[in-house]
């Protein structure tokens, strides 16, 4: 999870992560709205510059919280110059990750990965901390992009997912993507 030493996108290529044109590809309403409601406590993790970050505060309204969570003070940066001296700056907490950890203490309703999984050094490590961190039943959606991710390193993620205790509760149709949503119920 180190600045430009996984694969990671690094800051000065974060517009490309949030054109307008994304918007018609990967619709953040259509996308997150069956998993996220009113109240909920989401993570956002590899939140780069914000693109789903507004939304998911949207959705979890004023009585919720989103933790945007990125390794690169220049994402968080970036999100913050479009939330502060707004109501959605009072919804969004932002989170600097570390190199390996995600280092949060609290328990979350649902967690966003989008299109961050294969850039982690560490697997594994990842998604037992992520275990831990959502509450019993809560949900993720683990989201790849084909061009990136084959069907065998994915289907090998989800098989490090199962492992691990994760179940698997649906795989949605996201357009150019691979997807998976798991939940603790165990």
């Known amino acids: 999870m180190g600045e430009n030493k996984y694969r990671i996108c690094p800051v000065e290529n974060a517009g ?3 054109i307008s044109l994304r918007k018609w590809i990967h619709n953040p309403q259509k996308i997150l709205a069956p998993f996220v409601k009113t109240g909920m406590t989401v993570l ?3 939140a780069g510059p914000g693109f789903f970050t507004l939304e ?3 959705l979890v309204g004023e009585s919720g919280k989103v933790i945007a969570a990125d390794l690169q003070d220049g994402m968080l940066e970036k999100i913050w110059a479009k939330i502060k001296n707004t109501d959605l700056g009072k919804i969004i907490t932002l989170h600097k990750v570390g190199e390996d950890k995600i280092g949060l203490d609290e328990k979350v309703d649902f967690a966003l990965v989008f ?3 294969h850039e982690l050094p560490n697997q594994g490590k990842f998604l037992a901390e992520l275990k831990t961190i959502l509450k019993l039943g809560a949900k993720a959606l683990i989201v790849e992009p084909k061009f990136h991710v084959s069907r065998k ?5 989800v098989e490090l997912m199962k492992k691990l205790g994760f179940e698997i509760i649906e795989t949605p149709k996201i357009f150019m993507s691979r997807a998976v949503v798991i939940t603790t119920s165990k």
Do not use: I, K, M, T
């Open 153 to 157: 390193a994915f289907q090998n993620s």
């Open 16 to 18: 490309v992560l949030d």
């Open 56 to 58: 998911l505060a949207r």
């Open 44 to 46: 956002d993790f590899g």
């Open 115 to 117: 299109y961050v999984l």
